[in-house]
């Protein structure tokens, strides 16, 4: 019987945002698949809001993947879409986000990767 270990980071805390940024990055070597959860919790300013992961192999120079959330437009005043589902993605993962048009965002990202 094959055993599996998972484990959840958080890549970003929950909080109100306003302009573009990357979350900290977490060291997923050990891990064979993992998901993304995205939780937006409030909508001030509706903008235009993306949100990709990128990948390193030394936590310096980084890579887009094409693992990311479809381009937000419109929202209601919370969102909880369903998580990306991550496989062969290296030995360090991030996310970056980008908020155009003035947009106001709370909101949260976490990691949770299984061996």
């Known amino acids: 019987m094959d055993l599996h270990y998972t484990q959840s980071f958080v890549l ?4 109100q945002r306003t302009t573009n940024g990357v ?5 997923v070597s050990e ?5 993304i959860f995205l939780n937006v919790s409030a909508v001030a300013v509706v903008g235009t809001f993306n949100m990709k992961v990128q990948v390193s192999y030394d936590n ?5 993947t094409d693992y990311a959330f479809a381009t937000i437009e419109t ?10 589902s991550l496989l062969n993605f290296g030995k360090y ?7 155009e048009d003035s947009g106001d965002y709370t909101f949260e990202v976490r990691f949770q990767g299984k061996s």
């Not at 979350?23 to 060291?27: D, F, G, I, L």
């Not at 310096?60 to 887009?64: A, E, G, M, N």
């Not at 929202?75 to 990306?84: A, I, V």
């Open 31 to 35: 891990f064979k698949e993992g998901l």
């Open 75 to 84: 929202l209601p005043s919370t969102y909880n879409p369903k998580p990306l």
């Open 12 to 15: 970003l805390e929950s909080a």
């Open 93 to 99: 993962i991030r996310v970056l986000y980008t908020i």
């Open 60 to 64: 310096v120079t980084w890579k887009d």
């Open 23 to 27: 979350s900290n990055a977490v060291n």
